[in-house]
């Protein structure tokens, strides 16, 4: 449930926050931080009035730093985070890099494009892959690093074969939603 708003969201939609040794909020993306913990949307608007609020001190007892500078470290931990997992997924040999080699290798549950990428093979790409999915919140050098090259336009996440490939596919997929939508309401442009 969320501190600020008091709505009962799926996790995938809000973040938790831990008091740190400081006394103050600290972003536990991983969920894993000892602590009571702190649930709140991910979004700005309820990050903003938590903090107006004082729910932070009165749930976890810890304040919150100023805002401007909490939020382009929360986006940034999201981006990060989201690298990883991608990461992750290509060493279990779950994610392709470039259009040839998703062409070849059949179907994906789906698909990263990059913003600077072609509209017109990007539909062509989703069209062949049967994708259940898609997001451009990643540049072409971010899926290049996560590929293993300078840069590139496309990656696919294919199918997954057994239990620990689908807990890491649908771990990726819940974090490019949850930084989707921080990012929206955070009002980014990437």
Known sequence: TCIATGKTLPRQNLLR??????GAAIL?????????????????????????????KRTIDAGFGEIDTEINRIKYLMRNRVIASASMARRAGLLIGGAG????????????????????????????????WATNCLTSL????????????????????????????RNLHLEIARMEGFYASAGCNK
Not at 38 to 49: E, F, G, S
Not at 104 to 125: F, H, M, N, Q, W
Not at 146 to 165: D, M, N, T, V, Y
């Open 17 to 22: 926050f831990v008091s740190g040794p400081d």
């Open 101 to 132: 080699k998703l062409l070849a290798g059949g179907e994906c549950t789906g698909l990263l494009i990059a913003p600077d990428a072609s509209k017109r093979e990007a539909l062509r790409l989703q069209g062949r892959l049967g994708t259940t």
């Open 142 to 169: 971010e899926i290049g690093q996560i590929c293993g090259r300078e840069s590139l336009a496309f990656a696919g996440l294919l199918a997954p074969g057994h239990k620990g490939q689908e807990n890491l596919c």
């Open 28 to 56: 536990d993306l991983a969920e894993k931080l000892p602590g009571r913990g702190a649930w709140i949307a991910a979004d700005k608007a309820a990050l903003l009035q938590a903090v107006k609020k004082g729910h932070f």
